[in-house]
């Protein structure tokens, strides 16, 4: 596997609110993407900060890592091959195709192809 970057997720439950707290804490400027609606990334350098509005989520689930790769449709196909357990490949059309490698523990690490 090829990694392009690393994102980390943070559910919120107030999208707005939220930004606004992130750029003040972390003296940024405005977000570098919004691919969807509830949906703020910030361009951080080694990494990408997004931010998801899950207020069900938000302060309970945690802080989520996608690793963007060149194609993980492909990486889906190679990892389900080896036994392991994937979820669904999921597509956002013309913005992104992801999926999760879920580990024993049930924690979940996505697999994101930027598409545009």
Do not use: H
Not at 52 to 57: C, F, G, R, S, V
Not at 86 to 113: A, H, R, S, Y
């Amino acid at each position: 596997m090829d990694a392009k970057a690393v994102t980390v997720g943070i559910p919120v439950r107030d999208i707005d609110r939220a930004t606004e707290w992130y750029r003040a804490a972390l003296s940024l400027g405005e977000p570098d993407q919004i691919p969807l609606d509830g949906l703020v990334e910030f361009d951080l350098g080694p990494f990408w900060l997004q931010l998801a509005a899950a207020p069900d989520l938000a302060g309970r689930e945690g802080i989520s890592v996608n690793i963007s790769v060149a194609d993980a449709t492909a990486l889906r196909r190679d990892l389900e091959s080896r036994g392991l357990t994937v979820g669904e490949m999921q597509c956002v059309e013309g913005v992104v195709e992801f999926f999760e490698l879920i580990d024993p523990d049930g924690n979940k690490v996505g697999f994101v192809t930027e598409l545009a």
